[in-house]
Each structure stands twice: as C-alpha cells, then as structure tokens.
C-alpha cells in the first residue's frame, strides 16, 4: 500500500485551542515533601506551562486542596500568569470527585485535557484515571509534577501511561502549541518565556540573539 505524506500537523499534536489545561495543588506544602524532582525546577516549569497556557489563551482550570486550613498558597508563578483567576479549592484528593471542578470542565467543552500538578501518584493519578474512564483523551505534562520520591513519581507515571495518558514536558507543550516560527503573533511571546524560563534552551536563545541577531524563522532580531 502506498502512503502519501502532506504536510499537516498529526491529530495527536496539541494546539491552543483543541483542550484545557488543568493544573492540580501547586501548593507551597505539598512542594516540601516533593523529592523527584527539585523545588526550583519544579517551580520554574510551573511557570513556563502557566505562561505558556495563559499567552496562548488555553482553557486553564486552577485548583488546590485544602488551601486555607492546611497546604497554603498556590504558587505564585501561577498566579503571576493567570491573574484574578478562579481557583477551585477541594476538600476530595481526586480532583475529578469534586463537583465543582467538574462542572468548570464540563462548561468548557473539551474532550482533551491535560494535567500537571503535585503529588502524581495522588493529585494527577487520580483524576486522569477517572477522566480516561470517562472517555476522554489526557496528556501529562511530566516534570510539572513531583512526588515524594523518583520512584513514586515514576511508578505513577507508569500507572498513567499503560492506562493510556500520553506524557509529556513543560517545554515540550509550548513547542507544541508555537510548533511554527512563522507564526508572528506569538513569536515573541513564546520565545520570550523560553528566556525567562527555558533553562539553557532559553539562555541559548538570549545569546544567539545578542551575539548574532539570530532569530528562528528568519523574524527580526530581538533582544
């Protein structure tokens, strides 16, 4: 049988408007027994996903779990990006068992969902399994999650994957949702956030733009 390629995105792929982002206890207690990965990557991967969720102007769910009585603040590189937005605060460990999370997803219309947040093997495992259960599709963005060990966080992920959630990472997911240079309107925009928070890939980018104007796509040199 004979394949034709064309060049057309696979229906895989995320795009900024095809699903909502639901971001789940990005709490500063749950972060302190967070081992898998450290506190200050977490953190900056965090905003890169708000940011990058927020510029794009992706469905965004923000929740917490027990916020007042117990595991404090949403980070604020969340807020930062998504200011004045509602936070869902819960008293259930499973996200998805809250009904009023439930009827914010169900008010968007999405039947892809992607999700970040701490504990994995308690605040994502959760609410992924339940929404897979309910037919629809999820995707994780990995290291926006953390647990109390790599182990735990591994053998969530696991979990996650052989149930059929497709995984992925912070920096991966605003690639994808630019996925072209050509695109002018967000050009900026994403290239920016890389440099704030893209680690050495954005630090790549401040050089190259400083030293040579270099510039993807052949856009205009910008600092």
């Known amino acids: 049988m004979t394949i034709t390629a ?3 995105p696979g229906k895989l792929l995320v795009s900024p408007k095809d699903h909502a982002l639901i971001m789940i206890d990005h709490q500063s207690q749950m972060a302190f027994a967070t ?3 450290d506190a200050t990557t977490l953190r900056t991967n965090t905003a890169l996903v708000a940011h990058a969720a927020a510029g794009f102007g992706v469905s965004t769910i923000l929740t917490t779990v027990a916020e007042k ?3 404090g603040p949403i980070f604020s590189e969340i807020t930062e990006a998504f200011p004045g937005a509602e936070v869902s605060d819960r008293t259930s460990m499973n ?6 999370v439930i009827k914010r997803v169900n008010g968007l219309g999405k039947t892809r969902l992607v999700f970040c947040g701490l504990w994995t093997s308690v605040c ?3 609410p992924t399994l339940s929404a ?3 037919g629809f599709e999820v995707y994780v963005i990995a290291d926006a999650c953390g647990d109390v060990s790599v182990e ?9 994957v052989q149930a059929g959630v497709r995984p992925m990472t912070s920096l991966q997911y605003m690639l994808e949702l630019q996925r072209d240079w050509a695109r002018t309107e967000t050009y900026e ?6 440099k704030k928070y893209g680690g050495a890939y954005g630090l790549g980018i401040i050089y190259a733009k400083t030293m040579f104007g270099a510039s993807e796509g052949g856009h205009s040199a910008a600092a």
């Open 189 to 194: 925009m994403t290239t920016g956030i890389a």
């Open 132 to 134: 897979l259960d309910q």
């Open 69 to 71: 009585s117990f595991s």
């Open 95 to 100: 996200t998805w068992e809250d009904a009023n």
């Open 6 to 8: 064309t060049a057309t």
């Open 35 to 37: 081992h898998s990965i």
């Open 152 to 160: 735990a966080h591994q053998r969530a992920m696991d979990r996650m």
């Open 124 to 126: 994502i495992v959760g």
